[in-house]
């Protein structure tokens, strides 16, 4: 191949034999092996319901079927239609995102949700451009939801196309960089059935996904089989080609769980604009160089809600890993010795009671602390 790794490619895929394949035989192979899913399901009129479509996509972007699927389902079962979405709260579009990750992609959703309500009748819109306009939607969402409702002619590539194509072409370029991914979409546009683009888009995702995985591929399953490269290489795992990324960053973090006689705990919200924003969190934050968790924990409190506490027991340690960051979580029963809280970024701050903290949505790690602490108030106590 030229140096880029996908100089020959484009012409490649215009050959008899690998345009059979991918317009073929690879279709076909999906329609024997594709997995249920309640999003494929067809409705009253044989189509797909492009709203259930679109919070599939954005669901299973950096999340594995099996982990959205109960989701999914809980999810079009509170809001079944993209009206009922619009018209709910952000708290509780969030809590029942609880634990998906990503929460700009729920936040995003139920604002375009609102855009759709309101300058589109309800009716999520099957133009290109106007889809593209609605807060959250980018390149592969657009081409994901618009084939796959709409059979728009518009290719995907996500992380299985990706490995698929890389593969069948042996491409040795980057995977990572821009350059390379603006090509591969180049090749897969080319590749594409433009008659029923929806399928033809699932049949490689499904591919990527139970066949041509990252590891142990099945290639003797494989309906590309006689036409991949990297197979007749014999080693499939080589590609797709990756530069190595940086090391990953880790952060001790000290949070505070103040008590009040009344057995609340305190808890504020974190700004929308921020990472896991929207989302409810006990208050604290990074431990300086020379600091103790306990007492970045003090500072942290009188910084952001102008308390001064008593740092008192630990109540958990949480190990936790984000995509791009690491952290370890510290988190301490605080007693109120002064002032009242009141958040410096101007966000709701709430005693709650430890029964109800299950009512709001928090990120995982927070989540485990609510597990020690309500462990701890479970506790059978020495007379």
Excluded at 75 to 93: H, K, M, N, S, W
Excluded at 158 to 164: A, H, M, P, S
Excluded at 173 to 183: G, H, L, M, N, V
Excluded at 275 to 281: F, K, S, Y
Aim: proline residues 8%.
């Amino acid at each position: 191949m030229a140096d880029d790794g996908l100089g020959d490619a484009l012409d490649e895929a215009t050959q008899p034999a690998v345009r059979t394949a991918f317009q073929t035989a690879l279709p076909a192979w999906f329609d024997e092996a594709r997995r249920p899913m309640p999003w494929r399901e067809p409705g009253p009129d044989g189509r797909r319901d492009p709203y259930r479509v679109w919070v599939s996509e954005v669901m299973l972007q950096q999340t594995r079927v099996e982990t959205a699927t109960p989701y999914f389902r809980r999810f079009t079962e509170r809001f079944p239609t993209v009206r009922d979405l619009a018209e709910a709260g952000q708290d509780e579009v969030l809590k029942l995102w609880e634990g998906l990750g990503y929460y700009s992609r729920a936040r995003n959703l139920h604002r375009a949700a609102q855009q759709v309500v309101a300058e589109h009748g309800g009716v999520v819109p099957s133009d290109a451009e106007a889809f593209r306009a609605l807060p959250g939607v980018g390149p592969y969402t657009a081409a994901a939801v618009l084939s796959l409702a709409f059979d728009a002619p518009l290719a995907v590539l996500d992380g299985n196309v990706i490995r698929v194509l890389t593969r069948v072409f042996a491409v040795d370029a980057d995977a990572r960089s821009s350059r390379t991914r603006r090509r591969l979409q180049e090749l897969a546009d080319v590749l594409l059935d433009s008659e029923r683009p929806g399928r033809w888009n699932e049949s490689v995702m499904e591919l990527g996904a139970t066949v041509c995985t990252p590891r142990s591929p099945a290639c003797p399953r494989c309906p590309l089989n006689g036409v991949c490269q990297a197979t007749a290489l014999g080693d499939p795992e080589a590609f797709p080609v990756v530069s190595k990324r940086a090391p990953v960053p880790h952060h001790t973090i000290a949070v505070g769980l103040v008590i009040d006689g009344a057995s609340r705990v305190l808890i504020q919200r974190r700004p929308d604009d921020a990472m896991l924003g929207g989302l409810w969190e006990f208050p604290g934050g990074k431990v300086e160089e020379g600091e103790t968790p306990g007492e970045a924990c003090a500072r942290e409190l009188r910084e952001e809600l102008a308390i001064e506490v008593e740092v008192g027991a630990p109540i958990a340690r949480v190990d936790h890993a984000y995509s791009h960051f690491r952290i370890t979580m510290h988190a301490f029963r605080c007693r109120l010795v002064a002032g009242e809280p009141l958040s410096d970024a101007g966000e709701p701050v709430e005693w709650v009671s430890i029964d109800a903290l299950d009512d709001y949505a928090f990120p995982r790690a927070n989540r485990r602390v609510i597990e020690a602490l309500i462990d701890e108030a479970r506790a059978p106590r020495l007379l």
